[in-house]
């Protein structure tokens, strides 16, 4: 298959990256709002092209446990699921990244806390960058604003797991989940051989031959002077995440007093309260994270010297905020606007909290 | 140029299938296009909506608070909507199952009454088609030869044998049109 | 002096253990099965010739640290979810010999869910259970597969069913799946036991092989730990106690 241009929801977009890039497995369970990706690949039926192999798990935890055990084989592999859905990965996650195995997580959020609602949210902010499971591990996150981007991220999600050894995760949610938007389809990647996997992952589990030392993958270990050893390397990996792969997107900042620092759909609907700030004489800018985790802490301690003010528009109580505190550290000032449990924010809404909470003329 | 567009009826009514018709003839027009269906419970049987934005530009929000066009097919969007169009913006609405028309001056309303007009063709399904016959007379946003190409592109194979009944709703939906 | 080189001559050998079995020193306590089933899935892979396409999934339990034994490529899963981690391997790398190696707790309780489904699925997996009815790794805790009126450390008055629920019989459950194509229940106290043991687990490997669906091999053990008695008292006490209500032979042979 070519490259390719086609109009599709965000769900269906991360189906149909999966088999461009050459996944070799999908392990997931149904719930609302991101089913349309397993039913998707079934519908695709990729095992008869590709050869990728699409199960349907009998739950969230064995999902992300066949995952883990994909992983473990050097395969490239991923699940989806929505917020509830994650919260039952976690221990799974944690495995997987005390492992370091590399392999891809979507989570399309909804409204919570609890079975909540089906409706978008972002509420999972913390979850996703601050842990999740237990230990200290991080997850690459990643936050698609558009349903290219949700394409675009499962290669790159699952180029950096790669190259980290860690697990990446797509933060979507609702919004990006369910709208249809025109995307370009990358050409259909092969998927690796055996003798490229051994050679990609020494350390995968592909049988051990007798030129090398039996691999195990495994996050146990019960000497704690080793175990810290352990830690520390991974707290290393992290370091060199942060250096190297942080992403985000500048819109109207160059000349702005303020900016809005937003995620996901909230960005999208964010650039459109940008729009609408300027109309009205008011120079707003917006900065979008596209890495979650590691998150654009420079460039917001940066702005924080020239701006009166950052606004973090966020479908939660105020996650992201936090960070943006971290990263300003009282330079100026930093507001949250936020609606939850399942309401989106308009644009005009974004503009009102923007001059209430900052501009207070 | 760009156009903001909400279509809102009942479940049932092909509220989102001709949302996505319109988004996939503007993509066939070389556009940029968003369509963001309100999903969950409501789509079954309950009242649906679907936000279309046709542009030539990058779209910014897929979600929006005011509407160029409001597409409207049965009471309780009117009642959300009809506030909700930008002034000097338009509003079209079936008159079916409608029973306060709207009362704002500073927009341009239409109505086509396509249910009616469907049932006289024998085929309820013709409904959306026809409004969006009506729409596309009002604002001409995308070409008939592309809406067909939409059509095309957003019905399985199996449903292509429909097409032509499709074309010939749109042209009467065009043809009966009213501005009120 | 003669040294132990010149009394171990390939000529005056009688027995060997099996050459995947490395030296690293057992964590098992005396008395414990999992020795000999680990043997023994070690001469069955060795003798089926698949020793670099065998993919073994340890669990959280005992024998956590099985990877420690077997010279084969290992993946230690999460308590319980065994089953699901042997799935995704044996789906994605077809040719392997994929096994997981469970206890009671690990397959019967926390992973009720996987192993029934990884079973319903007919995932062509080997699943090999030790049931000794206790908690081995964590002290000698109550199992879903705990006798009634036997006693544990959550259970220190003995097992009352009215409190905790009956034994799981979790194979004869297995044994009514149609994903499942062999279920049979071992044990390894004697020679000859171990001999039958023996041919069942390659059977089980087989299976697999052949596509024909998951085979669970159940090997009713002894906790002398946990049970608090010698091994010799284990052995006894499994014969009298833990046959007649986990009877041996197989339950399911298609």
Known sequence: MSEEIRLMKGNEAIAHAAVRYGVDGYFGYPITPQSEILETLTELRPWETTGMVVLQAESEVAAINMVYGGAGAGKKVMTSSSSPGVSLKQEGISYIAGAELPCLIVNVMRGGPGLGTIQPSQADYFQTTKGGGHGDYRLIALAPSSVQEMVDFVGLGLDLAFKYNNPAIILADGVIGQMMEKVVLPKQQIRRTEEEIRKECPWAITGKTADRKRNVITSLELDPERMEQNNIRFQAKYRTIEENEVRYEELYCEDAEYIAVAFGSSARICLKAVEIAREQGIKLGLLRPITLWPFPTKIIKEYAEKVKGFLSVELNAGQMVEDIRLSVNGRTAVEHYGRMGGIVFSPEEIVEALKEKLIKE | MKQEIIIAGFGGQGVLSMGKILAYSGLMEGKEVSWMPSYGPEQRGGTANVTVILSDDRISSPVLNSFDIAVVLNQPSMDKFESKVKPGGILIFDGYGIHKVPTRTDIHVYRIDAMDIAAGMADAKAFNMIILGGLLKISPMVKLENVLLGLKKSLPERHHKLIPMNEQAILKGMESVVKL | ?254
């Open chain 3, 1 to 254: 002096m003669i040294t132990a080189e010149e009394i171990i001559k390939p000529e005056n050998l009688v027995y060997t253990k099996p050459k995947l079995m490395n030296d690293t020193h057992m964590h098992y306590c005396p008395g414990c099965s999992h020795g000999v089933v680990h043997k023994l899935v070690a001469e069955v892979v060795e003798e089926m010739g698949m020793e670099e396409k065998t993919i073994g999934v340890s669990p959280v339990g005992c024998a956590v640290f099985a990877y420690n034994y077997i010279d084969i490529d290992w993946v230690e899963a999460a308590h319980g979810r065994a089953p699901a981690v042997a799935t995704a391997v044996k789906r994605l790398s077809p040719d392997k010999m994929v096994f997981t190696y469970q206890g009671d707790g690990d397959l019967a309780a926390i992973g009720t869910a996987e192993t029934i489904h990884a079973c319903n699925r007919g995932e062509n997996i080997v699943i090999i259970f030790i049931n000794n009815a206790i908690y081995g790794m964590t002290g000698g805790q109550m199992a879903p597969t705990t006798l009634e009126g036997m006693k544990t450390s959550t259970c220190p008055f003995g097992r009352d069913v009215k409190l905790n629920g009956y034994p799981l019989k979790i194979s004869n459950l297995i044994a009514q799946l149609d994903g499942a194509c062999y279920v049979t229940r071992q044990s390894v106290q004697t020679s000859p036991a171990i001999k039958k043991a023996k041919k069942a687990l390659r059977q089980a490997f087989e299976n697999s092989m052949a596509g024909k669906g998951t085979s669970l091999v159940e090997f009713v053990s002894t906790c002398s730990s946990g049970w608090k008695m010698t091994p010799v008292q284990s052995n006894k006490w499994m014969e009298e106690n833990m046959f007649p209500f986990y009877p041996l032979g197989d339950l399911k042979n298609e």
